[in-house]
């Protein structure tokens, strides 16, 4: 089996885990989103506050601690949808892994491997799951992880796309 039908036989799996991660994803960004306009609002509220206060004491100063706040809160409220965004596609990444440990796909990625390297290929066990081959001086590297991390572009760039 070549490489291209090893991503055929894998191509309900990633679906799977696409739909997944877009679901997830969807809730991550709102539950983000919700986390970073309570975050402005109260930074704008404190700006405000602090705008109120500093106009007693001369429009200059009022305006550089306003404008230096309110940069302050914006930067936080960043860090946290940044932050969101990573638990997130760590989150997909752990699941992705879990769920293709489930599929028992060493029968689909042994075939590739063979497919690949040709019948005399050494297969073994890779840890954490699937399968690694080599023939002479060439790996095929089927293990999970390696799996998962091929996948995780496509599925991060949908991730993206939902938040963006």
Do not use: F, N
């Amino acid at each position: 089996m070549s490489m291209p039908a090893v991503g055929s036989a894998l191509e309900p799996v990633r679906r799977s885990i696409a739909a997944a991660a877009d679901a997830d994803a969807g809730r991550s960004l709102r539950a983000a989103e919700e986390r970073a306009a309570a975050t402005l609002a109260h930074a704008r509220a404190e700006a405000d506050r602090t705008v109120r206060e500093a106009r007693a004491a001369g429009a200059a100063e009022a305006k550089a601690l306003a404008g230096g706040e309110l940069a302050r809160r914006s930067r936080q409220a960043r860090t946290v949808v940044l932050s969101a965004r990573r638990e997130r596609y760590e989150e997909v990444r752990r699941r992705a892994l879990r769920l293709l440990q489930r599929a028992g796909l060493d029968p689909v990625l042994r075939r590739g491997i063979i497919g690949a390297l040709g019948p005399d290929a050494h297969i073994a066990p890779a840890p954490g799951g699937g399968l690694v081959g080599t023939a002479a001086d060439r790996t095929v590297d089927c293990s999970l992880g390696a799996l998962v991390e091929h996948v995780m572009p496509v599925v991060a760039g949908q991730i993206e796309e939902v938040w963006t």
